[in-house]
């Protein structure tokens, strides 16, 4: 059957997702394109773009220094507090399944609640202030700890794990609820044969009936957080500033920001771009795989 008559066939529902593909094209799909074709170009948003070929991702690897640096510190971001915040989601969410409704929901409005309340970036500019009215700094003296107040978001030997503590606080989002809404659609039965042939304790009925159940909700809690940790960008600007100082906090999208929306080097912004998209795409994929065979067919 050809197209068109599949087409004529199913008319209602291609009518149906028609919208959706519409909005998919133009602003996705189109913006990816265009995003790879203006990596190969010099192009500043004034003039016409210049075809330079690889000479942009050539800069980044070779000429680059601060690239590789903003590249190590997301790589940091992405595999420390990725899977730190997905593993907390999912025990979190494992630990409040059993609570009755009420408490249940209550915990889970209580753990979620940091993700809405992520812009409220002035609390933790308080409790990392750099002056001795600081929270941090306040108590550590106090307490003998230091003896002179500790510039937390602009030394940068601290930036980076101050931001990094202040991600795993907002971490708990989709991926989070996601699982509690998994744990609530469990098959039961599957508890009780597992009883009968031979499951011991809570963690031999996690590993092997709860987890294969919640491949599902695993593989969407992963993608979530990859996406998460590799775009982490806004606590970056908010409390270390766009760029932090010498680089120490900067992400590849802080650095993508500073070339595409302060010096307007498009070219090179969209190579910096597609290199993140392909680190993104190669990361889920490997996640993927790895949770279908944990997974029932």
Do not use: C, H
Request: aromatic share 18%; net charge neutral; hydrophobic share 55%.
């Amino acid at each position: 059957m050809s197209l068109i008559e599949d087409i004529k066939k199913n008319k209602a529902s291609y009518l149906m997702i028609a919208p959706y593909v519409l909005l998919f094209t133009i602003f996705t799909l189109i913006p990816v394109i265009s995003s790879i074709f203006l990596s190969f170009t010099n192009y500043n948003m004034l003039q016409p773009p210049k075809w330079v070929g690889w000479s942009n991702y050539i800069r980044l690897f070779l000429n680059d220094k601060i690239f590789l640096k903003v590249l190590r510190n997301t790589l940091i971001f992405a595999f420390l507090t990725g899977p730190l915040s997905y593993f907390m989601s999912f025990f979190l969410a494992w630990f409040i399944s059993e609570f009755n409704p009420k408490l249940r929901a209550f915990l889970t409005l209580v753990f979620y609640s940091p993700s809405l309340a992520g812009n409220v970036f002035f609390i933790w500019s308080f409790i990392f202030s750099g002056d001795v009215y600081g929270l941090i700094n306040g108590w550590a003296m106090k307490l003998g700890i230091i003896d002179e107040p500790i510039n937390w978001l602009q030394d940068p030997n601290y930036i980076l794990w101050v931001i990094i503590i202040v991600q795993l606080w907002l971490s708990m989002g989709a991926g989070f609820l996601a699982f509690v809404a998994g744990f609530q659609n469990l098959d039961r039965e599957l508890f009780e044969a597992g009883a009968i042939d031979g499951i011991k304790n809570r963690f031999q009925e996690l590993w092997y009936i709860t987890i294969p159940q919640m491949a599902p909700q695993l593989l969407f809690g992963a993608v979530m957080q990859i996406g998460a940790s590799f775009g982490v960008s806004t606590v970056v600007m908010a409390l270390g500033g766009l760029p932090t100082r010498e680089y120490s906090a900067d992400t590849v999208v802080t650095y993508l920001i500073d070339y595409g929306t302060v010096r307007f080097e498009m070219g090179y912004a969209s190579a910096i771009a597609v290199i993140l998209f392909i680190a993104m795409l190669l990361t889920n994929k490997v996640i993927a795989s790895i949770l279908r065979r944990y997974s029932y067919d």
